[in-house]
């Protein structure tokens, strides 16, 4: 048996050192889901969680059992076989309970969905439109003049993907114009697409949602801290699907309203708040060219 | 059957050389050949997978372009599920299903040789697609209009041909199998007594017959937008992507569960089997399986968590996709059950069957927390997604072929197979399914979309032991054709009923099976 199970524990040896590996905090190593910067993305993580454990703790059960079934009712040991073959009260048993552990699965996942679809009263609107292989952002306003709108495309350069030059960091996951959103601030997302379905997939904002030709999908999120937030396209959409990225830089509302009104061209706005624009090169660095 | 006089039968054998196979009505020359077309299938399916592993290999561009890339999982997904799992459960249930029931050959003879023969057509269009001038289908295995229809490339109506071969090759042999079932039956064997792999093929046949239309009306659809400017799913034209994802999933959920009620009947022969005792809970497997089978048809949209859907529809089928785990559970516990208080050996049949219980339980596992909503946004179109449907896909149907083709082997070919190189066969296909998938998940939880060709860089080490466990997969199953072949030509005389364990009508035939049995019916005990 030991002969047998040789390979089991070598499985085991090559998951535990992957295990203990990534816990060093070694970059490319990521098990699990991020827990995001939205109360919504942070809801989706415990609720991935809590089925992680809950299917952990069924798996431990039903594979242990099955094992010492495996050690004890050998032929090789001398078991004789038994003849039952049915036990209406264990049977019953067995289908009640897996139905009360889902209830308990399907409440938390009830009330987190119903949280999603509850969309808050958004200042900011944007557009996001898809493209054969890029995005288009647009930001709503009253007037057609006060729309900002933009493309939003790969910047990582074409020798780096083909290995003719050291990859960057953030390979495949840089655009020319990131899109540019408040932080603390409800936003909302019209999400359509101009040709065939994209997906429009922030893993951080817990939103992906598929952009479709003559449907406007919505969504929504409330960022918590500002930073800069990658994503990528999520529907197979022809050639360059892997190569329309999806770049978020989350700034502090007075920052973005600053940012906004550069973008509006309106220059008087822009002077009047030049300090803030400075202390924040880093953040606002892609706009200022 | 031919105007000879029924007693002949037993005088003449099968017609001589190649045109033998071309002729044939024989369930058994039809069974193998579904099977041998399958496993050739299965190479071919498994060779555009590695290509697909070799460029994920490592980052960037090293070894094909994105478009040639795209051809690759689409016509990989393809055939694996249209030509490698499905025509191999086909030849398993003409070769096994007669025997099993004590009938004399399938219902409808000829129609079984038409439904095999039309498929090697069915693919070699598919395959010639990749030939053509702008490639072979590149919009993945679920064509999703409109990137199939008005962006797709000319070939694509190709692809619709050899679809439309395909579906009336699946409703022939559906109808064969319910006819075979429902009139062919030895006097005696009832409803209950069936084996559970002719019950669970019965409902997979149904199934077949009610989902394959509405595939066949899809890809039509798809024709006529292509090239009489219909707009069903041309948003432009006043109709509807989403029309498509609603027909194509209709039809695609009972589809997984047409690849996998048939490995649980397998799985049920198999663990009773090298347990020696009786399945446990026999009634509410078959309660189970039809469970399963009518639930599959209320579940379609969960595939579709991320369109934009009402709410109350996204809540109605998280719900139902959950239920399904009820039916799933109760074979899964009765497997162990059966298990309890056996007396086990673990040849080579029974340790794929445990492999099986295993790794198509960590499948479901998987399946269970896609079908939360609001969880499925972060999993949905990520490796999270590829890891779950390989794990019920590959350790879960295809190791139940292999392990019903290691269990029936000696009764097809007279001999035993070479029990050392099998173990080897197993252990490394075992290690190698849980290196090449293990590990996805991880990368689909770290935000790894699906279907691209070239990755970020935090994605790179799980990717590179993904691929080395897939190629050590690949490699493996050229020592399975290797078994098989050796065992076809010779080896250790195989005994009427080579496993001590073993139930059924087919063991009472002698090894190798004649080429016509039950001739007379059975007499049922």
Redesign the interface.
Known sequence: MLKRLRPFSLLAVVFTALMVASSGALAGWELNMRQGVTEISQEIYSLHMLMLYIVCIIGVLVFGVMFWAMFKYRKSKGAKPATWHENTRLEVLWTVIPLVILIGMAVPATVTLAKIYDTPDADITVKVNGYQWRWEYTYLADTPEEEVSFFSSLATPRFEIRGEAPRSEFYLLDVDNPLVIPANTPVKFLITANDVIHSWWVPDFGIKKDAVPGIINESHATVLEPGTYRGMCAELCGRDHAYMPIVVEVLEPEEFEQWLAEQRGDVAAAEQDDSVALTSAGQVRSFIQ | MTAIPHDDHAHHGPATGLWRWVVTTNHKDIGAMYLWFSFAMFLLGGAFAMVIRAELFQ????LVE??FF?QMTTMHGLIMVFGAVMPAFVGLANYMIPLMIGAPDMALPRLNNLSFWILPFAFLILVSTLFMAGGGP???WTF?A??ST??GPPSTVFFILAMHIMGASSIMGAINIIVTIWNMRAPGMTWMKMPLFVWTWLITAFLLIMVMPVLAGLITMMLLDITAQTSFFN??GG????LFQHLFWFFGHPEVYIMILPAFGIISAIIPAF??????????MVYATAAIAILSFFVWAHHMF???MP?AA??FF??ST??I??PT??K??NW???????????EVPMLFA?AF??LF??GG??G??LA????D??Y???YFVVAHFHYVLVPGAVFSIMAGVYYWLPKWTGHMFHEGLAKVHF?MS??GV??AF??QH?LG???M??????????????NMISSMGAFLFGLSQLLFMFIVIKCVMGGKKAEAKPWE?AEGLEWDLPSPLPYHTFETPPKIK
């Open positions: 980052p960037g561009f090293s994105p478009e795209n590149n919009f993945g999703y409109p990137l008005t962006y948003a432009a109709g509807s992507p989403l347990a020696r005792k009786p399945l446990f809970g026999y009634a509410s991320t369109v934009g709410f996204q809540l998280m719900i959950m239920i785990a009820v559970g109760v899964v516990f162990v059950a059966t298990m309890i208080g056996g007396s086990m050996t673990f445990i219980v295993v339980t960590i596992f998987s269970l927390m939360i909503a609001p969880v946004y972060q949905h179109d990520t252990w075992f290690i849980n290196v293990f590990p991880f939880l770290a935000g979309p699906r279907r691209i060709p070239d990755y970020p860089l935090q994605f790179a080490n799980f364990g």
